[in-house]
Every structure is written in structure tokens, then in C-alpha cells.
């Protein structure tokens, strides 16, 4: 039971924070258009992370209607996120397939290569 | 039925856009599209003159009562935007019914109405909206289908500039649905007006202003304030003209309308400009969003990017009223709004019928187009006019009360930008006129004018853009009275 006890004192948003920054972070670094979209999805996800640990409470349940139970965590977040997942699923299979096209067109997918394709300011 | 119009506005585009994919027949989809667009029209000004007497319109979906149901609720504010939008909607769609032949092949323009009529619900549905996470799932509605809008042209370059265009989008919208995650957790509801009331009492957390940060940034590269517009100038170039003409006179008019709706009532002026002290960071920010981006299109030679950053600047204008923090300010920034939705779409319809018929938007195609195409070129004109603020045009109107909100808020250094602004401008459309009039062509082509369906609605958003400016009492009377109810 020992890790259960260091599991809950972590604070976990610096969790959310990190891996927002990591996300963050490869959308601008790198120059490869489909690890760009990796970088998107966790950047992405880092929120949805934040919005479910937002919703929990301390000693709070699944939200059920019991008797012997009365603290439950907030379903509201984790109904909301369901949404945004699908938005993000939306988002990415438009990006991908935005992807195969300029692979069609521009016969790569790194961005410095076509930018030099593109001599003309983006 | 009447009852119902704010939902039906926003939900009849959005039925009708997978009817139009099932379809398949090009002919079909162009006549719902009109259909559903002049709706939202006829719709939308119903809201208008409802709505011009003050009332504001509460509308539960679904019967559920405001804290557990999502509710719409439209200001004057939200029915002049619903307005300005379903209007270049309309005229959006009309025009692409015969130009779309020459940019999109014809057996995809079911898909483009579809994405079109979508894109349209999207952005009615961010005004009439009065949840925050509904209005994140319409924001991403509308960027969703604008994004794959910009794609749809044939050009390559769409592509790079579409998925540009997805990345800053994303991220901005991420960054909205954070805030809107710190909020929640502040207030515990995501009914804005429950959150308005709520929010004073927590005005100090570093949670409120961290939402407050993040909200800012994500909506500032939606609204493409300076220096957050690097994926408006490929975006609007690259586009199919419509599409260019469509984004540029909504999606960052109805972000901007987010905007002023965020912090005006959610925050509140005096989150917003007594503690935050945010008219520090987007005044000098709109003041450079002017002369840069005005700097930038003098040495466009690509006419629609040139129009793109000039799209920049007059953002800046709007953002420039609203950091002066008055209510002169505010309503000087709705009317330029107003005015300028109307113009720079006109100008990128009339750019479309100069493409139409020579091919490209380039500045060696204008050299003698006054003769070629006299119509166009006089739209074109009275455009620009518009930008620079000439009387007459509704820039003239909405200038002239930018500059008076400045002196009587005691910002010369405003003032003087806005004037500096107008003449960049000037030299930007000076450019073009000259072009059109006194230089002639090398290859003496005598091309005839673009058809009377593309002229037609060119001339529809130019003559709202000059009735603003010869009769500017009702929209000067109805952003004052906005201006009161938000300060």
C-alpha cells in the first residue's frame, strides 16, 4: 500500500503541465509534419488530463446512487472531454489527411523542405 | 416557429450540410445552400429588429432551464454579428455558384457547400451560444470546416497554408478550452451568466487570471491579433476567393465578437482593465498590428495577401478601440467592425472576378484593368476607399469616431497611429489605382467584364458598406447603446 500513499500525495498537475509543455514543444521544434501532430495530440490530451483530475474528489466515488455512499466525483468534466476527444480525433484525421496531400503535392513531409520549395513568404 | 429562429439558424445549416454531401448532385447542393444562407439572412435580421428595441432573447434548448440546459441568449451585439455574418454568407455562396467552375471541380462542390453550410452554423451558433463549452465545440465547428475550405482550393500552396492555419487554430482553440477547464473549476458552472456573477469573488486567485491569460492568447490567434496573425496572410491568399472573401469578413469578426463578450460581461471591465491592466498589452500591440501589417501589404505584389494584411491593420483598429477602454472606444471599434466586414469581403469577391477572368490576383494583371473591367475596378475603388476612411464609405465613419474615442481618452499616440494607418493605406490602394488607370497593359487583351452573378454580390456588400457611410445614424446609435450595456 506503500505506493498508493506516494501516488496520492504527488501533486499531478505538474503532470498536466509538463506534458503540455513537451506536446508544446514539438509542435514548434520540430520540422516533420506528422511528429508535429504527435505533438498536437499530447498537447491536446495534457488538457483533457486536466479537466478529469479537475472532477476528482477526495474520497469521492463514481458518481452512483447508493446508499452507503454520499462523496462523489463531478461526471461533468469527464462528459465534457468526451467531447473534446472527439474533437480532437476530427482534428488530427484532418491534419493527417491534409499530410497525404502535401506528400502528393510536394513530395515531402518536412517543413523546411517545402518551404523551400515555396520560395515565397508563408 | 418565430420563437424557435435562434436555433434554427444555427441548426438548419448544419442538417442541411450532410444532405447536401448525400446528394452528390452539384446542382441540388447550390440551390440548398442558397436556400439555407438566405435563411440565416432573413433569420438573423428578425433577431435584429427583435432585438433593436433591447430585448434580449433567452432561448432554453430543449426546454432545459439555464444552469442544467445550454441556453442561447442574443444581445443587440450578437444579432448585428448574426447579421453581418449570415449576410456575407449569403453573398459568399451566391458568388461561388459561378465561380466555383474555375477552382474546384465540380463533382466535389456538393463537399464544398457542405463544409460552407457548416463552417456558416459554426459561427452563428459561437454568437447565439451562452455556454462557454458549447461555444468551444461551435468554435471548433467552424475552424474545423474552414480549414478543410482553405484546402479545397487546387493551388498546392492551400495545402501548406490550410495545415498552418489547422496548427494555429488548434492550439488556440486548446488553449480556450483550458481557460474554459480554470473557469469550471472557479465557478463551478459553464452558464456565462452564472459565471459573471461568480467570478467577482474570485477575482485575486491565480486561477481566474491564468484563464484569463490563457483565454486571451488562444482567442488573439483566432482573431489574428499581432503577433499571433502569421497564419491569417497563406490562409486568406491561398483559399479559393469565396472562401477568402467568407473567412476574412467572419471568422475573426465573430472571434472578435467572443472577444469583447469574454471580457466586456464574463470578466468584466473591471477585472479586465482595472486590475489586470490589460489596455497596457493591446493598445501597443494594435497600434503595431497597424503599421506593420500596413508596411507589409505595400510590398505585397500578390493583391490578395496584399488584402490580407491590410485584414491585419483594421484588426487592429478594433482592438485598438477596444483597449482604449471607454465606451466611445468600444462602440468606434463595433462600428469599424461593422464597416469592414462588409468592405473586405466586397474587395475579395471583386478580386475573385478579376481572377475569374485573367487567372491570377497578381499586380501585372491589374496594369489597364480599368478599361478592361470597369465594374470591377470601380469595386475595387470604392473598397479601398473604404480602408483608407474616405467620406462617404463606412471607413470614413467608424475613423472619424476612432479618432474622436482617442482624443477624448486622451491617447494621442492612438490618434496619431490610426492617421498614419489611413495613410499607408492610401499608398497600399494608391498602388492599385494607379495600376488600374495609368499604366496599360503589354499584351492588348480586351477581355469583357465578369458575369452579372459574380457582380451582384460584390455590389450587395459594397452598397451595406456605403449606406453605413451616408446614413451612419442607426449604426452609430445602436453601438453606442451596445457600449452602454457592456460598460
Known amino acids: ?122 | 416557429m418565430l420563437a424557435h429562429i435562434p436555433i434554427l439558424i444555427v441548426v438548419l445549416p448544419l442538417v442541411i450540410a450532410p444532405v447536401c454531401l448525400l446528394f452528390r448532385s452539384p446542382e441540388i447542393s447550390k440551390l440548398l445552400a442558397t436556400i439555407v444562407s438566405l435563411f440565416c439572412v432573413v433569420g438573423s435580421l428578425f433577431l435584429l429588429d427583435i432585438t433593436f428595441s433591447g430585448t434580449i432573447i433567452n432561448y432554453e434548448l430543449g426546454a432545459w432551464e439555464p444552469p442544467w440546459g445550454i441556453e442561447y441568449k442574443i444581445g443587440l451585439l450578437g444579432a448585428l454579428i448574426a447579421t453581418i455574418v449570415s449576410i456575407i454568407g449569403f453573398a459568399c455562396v451566391v458568388f461561388s455558384i459561378t465561380y466555383n467552375k474555375h477552382e474546384i471541380h465540380e463533382e466535389r462542390s456538393n463537399k464544398f457547400y457542405a463544409l460552407l453550410l457548416l463552417c456558416l452554423s459554426g459561427l452563428l451558433g459561437m454568437i447565439m451560444t451562452n455556454d462557454i463549452f458549447n461555444l468551444f465545440v461551435f468554435l471548433e465547428i467552424s475552424s474545423l470546416s474552414s480549414y478543410a475550405l482553405v484546402a479545397s482550393s487546387q493551388k498546392p500552396k492551400a495545402l501548406w497554408a490550410a495545415y498552418r492555419y489547422l496548427i494555429a487554430g488548434t492550439i488556440g482553440a486548446t488553449f480556450i478550452l483550458l481557460s474554459i477547464g480554470m473557469l469550471y473549476m472557479m465557478t463551478g458552472t459553464l452558464n456565462m451568466d452564472d459565471i459573471s456573477s461568480r467570478l467577482p469573488d474570485v477575482h485575486s486567485s491565480a486561477t481566474t487570471q491564468a484563464a484569463f491569460a490563457f483565454l486571451t492568447v488562444g482567442l488573439s490567434l483566432k482573431v489574428a491579433l499581432f503577433p499571433l496573425h502569421f497564419w491569417l496572410p497563406g490562409a486568406y491568399t491561398y483559399a479559393p476567393s469565396p472562401i477568402s472573401a467568407f473567412l476574412a469578413g467572419t471568422t475573426t469578426k465573430v472571434s472578435l465578437y467572443v472577444f469583447i463578450k469574454f471580457f466586456f460581461s464574463l470578466f468584466g471591465t473591471e477585472l479586465t482593465f482595472n486590475e489586470i491592466n490589460f489596455e497596457y498589452i493591446m493598445g501597443p500591440l494594435s497600434a503595431a498590428a497597424i503599421i506593420l501589417a500596413s508596411l507589409s501589404a505595400i510590398y505585397q505584389t500578390n493583391i490578395k495577401r496584399m488584402l490580407a494584411y491590410s485584414s491585419i491593420a483594421q484588426l487592429g483598429y478594433m482592438t485598438l478601440g477596444i483597449s482604449m477602454a471607454t465606451k466611445e472606444g468600444l462602440s468606434a471599434s463595433i462600428i469599424h467592425l461593422t464597416q469592414h466586414a462588409f468592405a473586405k469581403s466586397a474587395l475579395f469577391l471583386a478580386l475573385g472576378c478579376v481572377i475569374f477572368k485573367l487567372g491570377s490576383a497578381n499586380l501585372d494583371n491589374l496594369k489597364g484593368l480599368g478599361r478592361r473591367m470597369p465594374i470591377t475596378t470601380a469595386a475595387i475603388i470604392v473598397g479601398g476607399l473604404s480602408m483608407i476612411g474616405i467620406p462617404l464609405t463606412g471607413g470614413f465613419i467608424s475613423k472619424w469616431y476612432l479618432i474622436q474615442a482617442a482624443m477624448g481618452a486622451d491617447l494621442w499616440l492612438y490618434a496619431v497611429t490610426i492617421v498614419l494607418g489611413s495613410v499607408l493605406a492610401l499608398v497600399y490602394v494608391g498602388r492599385v489605382v494607379e495600376l488600374a488607370f495609368f499604366k496599360s497593359s503589354d499584351e492588348q487583351l480586351q477581355l469583357g467584364e465578369a458575369p452579372i452573378a459574380l457582380q451582384a454580390p460584390v455590389w450587395l456588400l459594397l452598397i451595406a458598406n456605403i449606406y453605413l457611410g451616408i446614413f451612419p445614424d442607426s449604426i452609430i446609435s445602436v453601438a453606442r447603446y451596445i457600449a452602454e450595456g457592456l460598460f
Open chain 1, 1 to 122: 500500500m506503500q505506493i498508493f500513499n506516494i501516488a496520492s500525495e504527488i501533486n499531478y498537475y505538474w503532470g498536466v503541465i509538463i506534458l503540455m509543455m513537451i506536446g508544446f514543444y514539438i509542435v514548434i521544434g520540430h520540422s516533420n509534419l506528422i511528429k508535429k501532430l504527435v505533438g498536437l495530440s499530447i498537447f491536446q490530451s495534457a488538457i483533457f488530463i486536466f479537466f478529469i483530475l479537475m472532477s476528482k474528489v477526495d474520497g469521492g466515488t463514481a458518481p452512483i446512487l447508493a446508499e452507503e455512499y454520499n462523496i462523489y466525483s463531478n461526471p461533468l468534466p469527464h462528459v465534457l472531454i468526451l467531447t473534446a476527444i472527439v474533437v480532437s480525433i476530427a482534428t488530427t484525421s484532418l491534419a493527417l489527411a491534409l499530410v497525404v496531400r502535401i506528400r502528393e503535392e510536394f513530395k515531402t513531409i518536412d517543413e523546411k523542405a517545402i518551404l523551400e520549395i515555396n520560395d515565397d513568404e508563408f
